[in-house]
């Protein structure tokens, strides 16, 4: 009785979440269908497959957007921006989880309150600071506003991880002659491996698809993927057709790059969230 109930509880929550899924699914047909229709056939009935299926949006948004320098653009960004989150977070995480002080718990304590500001509320004096230092209308200097957002949850989830790596290992090895820096890199860094993948793709997904700070930052000539498929939309026209298609373009590499990683996820924040 006990085992039958719980199987049918159990097909119960499976449909309810099959029918999330499909619910979280719908806004994805709706791009990727109306991608392949002409404006007309997009404002005659959107939830209706193409008809006929057409690429021609693609060609045109391929060259209105300058794609491959967006694309470009955007990569740089992304890869330079997750590398250095994740060098410069993990030395930070372990160095305030095995050297504890009152300075580095008060400097943790600023950066866990650092996650909770709304970006809205310091965008204005953040770009008044950036043009005084000369950081505006470059990559560089996009590159370095992301690195200081973007530290504080990722030193956040290493120093849970941290914590979870047993104290004796490093022992170990600073015994048998390793430097510090040789503990850090050899022993500590290979073992935060989940952490760091989970901490990839959430950085990744994040920088990839921003659109307010590249828009304050970046000038004409430097747009990344989300800022060149708004040039789409007008005061007075907005081009669904290319939009669309531009965007199904600028999704699908961080889909696939996400649906390749997205198993580590679960696993590190479990692992990070106990300490062994």
Sequence with gaps: ?????????????????????????????????????????????SAALPNPWTVDNFTRAWDIMSFPASFMNSLIITVTTIIGLAVISSMAAYRMVRHSSKYNNLLFAVFVAAMVIPFQSIMIPLITVAANLNLTNSLSGLWFAYMGFGSSMTIFLYHGFVKSIPLEIEESATVDGCSPYGVFWRIVFPLLKPMTVTIIIL????????????????????????????????????????????????????????????????????????KG
Excluded: C
């Design 203 to 274: 950085n990744s997904l994040w920088v990839w698809n921003d659109f307010l700070l590249p828009d304050l930052m970046l000038g004409e000539g430097q747009r990344t993927i989300p800022l060149s498929t708004y040039a789409f939309f007008g005061q007075y026209t907005k081009q669904w057709d290319l939009a669309l298609a531009g965007l199904v373009m600028g999704v699908l590499p961080i889909l696939i790059f996400f649906l390749m990683l997205q198993r580590h996820i679960i696993e590190g924040i479990t692992a990070g969230s106990v």
């Design 1 to 45: 009785m006990e085992q039958s109930r719980y199987r049918g509880t159990t097909l119960i929550l499976e449909i309810i979440g099959v029918l999330l899924a499909l619910v979280f699914l719908v806004p994805f047909y709706f791009l990727v269908s109306n991608a392949f229709k002409k404006y007309g056939d997009i404002l005659l009935d």
